[in-house]
């Protein structure tokens, strides 16, 4: 049993690896090309970095393991922002842009709305998988001609072209052409590698510990993609910098659910084994829009979260893990 923890381990810094160097070579080949810096932000970065979400979705619907693939996404979007943002706020309170308010959350919302509405027949078919995949590609369009200030590459703000300058900056250039290309195989296989080790992994443990293919996914598949976001944020905090970004959140959580549920379901329609309500799954979607709300609610005076809403959506995702330890 404890070899099973030392494949999942292995697949973790696999996906976490594979997804830092398909990142870095895609991105400087990219610029190499000549492409804008925005262009390379919203598409090459905000896909790549997605990435082990959208490989483990799309290897767990091949497997016919469609609770991880499912399961992945509302985990990955619980942790981001009950775990992820709680703990950032409890060690240092985080203040975001009005149209994170105003804007990106209610989409947010509405999208994990449209995805309860496709789950309701407890399968999401190729045609919805199309859905949402063709929404991300509204969603990248839209937050490169949104208008905002004149002047900003793309409609971008003077201050949204600068991050992500910088973040490209914080990723690093690589200049030789053959080492881009190394780093994006590298990359892909990184990726691919560590997404089939971390499924077969977390099969093998499902089964020693008789705990049921939702929990894995909901849980340990879906903490483990989340972690290079946890552990960004928790450095960012204790260096009392404010390099953790709700909007980054917000716009990762709307990736998992259109690009990574859209692409898995389709390479392969993603039934809900048991019915979506009868499964629970209904549940964890109600809490998924839940914790998804709450920053909305706090951040309606100033727009910031304090530690004490901080603490709360760290109480809310030990209640929600205590919640799925009982059920199994």
Not at 49 to 74: F, Y
Request: charged share 15%.
């Amino acid at each position: 049993m404890g070899l099973q923890f030392i494949f999942l381990a292995a697949g973790f810094l696999l996906l976490y690896y594979g997804a830092e160097w398909l990142v870095k070579g895609s991105a400087s080949l990219a610029r190499s090309l000549g492409i804008s810096a925005v262009v390379i932000g919203l598409t090459v970065v905000a896909f790549g970095t997605s990435s082990p979400e959208l490989v483990v979705s799309i290897v767990s619907s091949i497997k016919g393991r469609s609770m991880i693939a499912i399961g992945n996404v509302v985990g990955s979007n619980i942790c981001n922002i009950a775990l992820v943002l709680g703990m950032a706020a409890v060690l240092l309170p985080i203040r975001a842009d009005r149209s994170v308010v105003r804007r990106d959350i209610p989409l947010m919302l509405a999208i994990s709305v449209l995805l309860l509405v496709l789950s309701l027949d407890s399968m999401i078919t190729r045609m919805e998988g199309g859905i949402l995949f063709a929404g991300i590609i509204l969603y990248t369009l839209f937050n490169y001609y949104q208008p905002k200030t004149p002047g900003g590459p793309g409609g971008l703000k003077p201050d949204a072209a600068r991050d992500v300058e910088t973040e490209l900056a914080e990723i690093g250039v690589v200049e030789s052409r053959p080492r881009q290309i190394l780093l994006i195989v590298l990359g892909i296989a990184g990726v691919v590698g560590g997404a089939q080790v971390l499924i077969d992994a977390a099969v093998a443990i499902m089964k020693d510990f008789g705990v049921s293919e939702k929990f894995i996914g909901l849980t340990i598949v879906a903490l483990g993609t989340s972690l290079p976001e946890l552990a960004t944020s928790i450095v960012a905090a204790m260096r009392k910098e404010m390099d953790i970004s709700i909007g980054n959140l917000v716009g990762s959580n709307v990736f998992n659910i259109l690009s990574v549920v859209g692409a898995a379901a389709l390479v392969r329609p993603i039934p809900i084994p048991g019915g979506f309500v009868e499964s629970g799954l209904v549940i964890d979607y109600g809490v998924m829009m839940g914790v998804s709300l709450l920053p909305w609610l706090m951040m309606q005076k100033d727009y910031t979260v304090r530690r004490s809403g901080g603490l709360i959506l760290l109480g809310c995702y030990a209640a929600y893990i205590g919640y799925l330890l009982y059920r199994g």
